[in-house]
């Protein structure tokens, strides 16, 4: 089953620091741009970052300076290292696949989301 | 900053169709998706730009654009269809608001 798994979730304190891993499994990571997606509770979904095959990373302002994506194509994982974590980041955050290259993203492929809780 | 406005929330009975809309500054120049998402599942892909349906998705889901402005068409509404709903386009990422769709 081609799918992807998000890990990495907490519970962490404001200020303190936590590296999510998205992996792929039954599938290739290392030809798409790879995204990382937010929802808070009862809030809508709000796109964090994103990474391009050849490396290119692109911040939402909410997260600029604080948030660090990357890849690592021998473990077929993206990761998303969050420092400086505030209450606002508590959300359920989601790993997605674009097929398409930019400026055409769409996300056909989602993980299940992992839970980051600040408090 | 780029937004997308859409409407909070849809009502319709069942069998009647939907209409979503999602607003934004010269959208008929950029590609529109729409997810489907239901509470503590992950996002589903409806269409992609603009009106395209990935396999595995019920034909009586459409999209189309125009202007400002782009539609998801929901023809012959389930009571499974109820979830919310997310334009999504090029900004570099942006969301819409989400509408949550109620199957009365």
């Known amino acids: 089953e081609v799918q992807l798994v998000e890990s990495g979730g907490d519970l962490v304190q404001p200020g303190g620091s936590l590296r999510l891993s998205c992996a792929g499994s039954?599938?290739?990571?290392?030809?798409?741009?790879m995204h990382w997606v937010r929802q808070a509770t009862g809030k809508g979904l709000e796109w964090v970052s994103s990474i391009g095959a050849g490396g290119l990373t692109f911040y939402s302002d909410s997260v600029k300076g604080r948030f660090s994506i990357s890849r690592e194509n021998a473990k077929n994982s993206v990761y998303l290292q969050m420092n400086g974590l505030t209450a606002g980041d508590t959300a359920v955050y989601y790993c997605?696949?674009?097929?398409?290259?930019?400026?055409?993203?769409?996300?056909?492929?989602w993980g299940r989301g992992t839970l980051v809780t600040v408090s | 900053s780029y937004e997308l406005t859409q409407p909070p929330s849809v009502s319709v009975s069942p069998g009647q169709t939907a209409t979503i809309t999602c607003s934004g500054d010269?959208?008929?120049?950029?590609?529109v998706s729409w997810y489907q998402h239901k509470p503590g599942q992950s996002p589903l892909l409806l269409i992609y730009q603009d009106y395209n349906r990935p396999s595995g998705i019920p034909e009586r889901f459409s999209g189309s654009s125009s202007g400002n402005t782009a539609t998801l068409t929901i023809s012959g509404v389930q009571s499974m269809d109820e979830a919310d709903y997310y334009c999504?386009?090029?900004?570099?990422?942006?969301f819409g608001g989400g509408t949550k769709l109620t199957v009365l």
């Open positions: 039954g599938l290739t990571l290392r030809t798409y741009d």
């Open positions: 010269k959208l008929g120049d950029k590609y």
């Open positions: 999504q386009s090029w900004a570099i990422v942006v």
């Open positions: 997605a696949r674009a097929p398409g290259g930019r400026p055409n993203w769409y996300f056909d492929l």
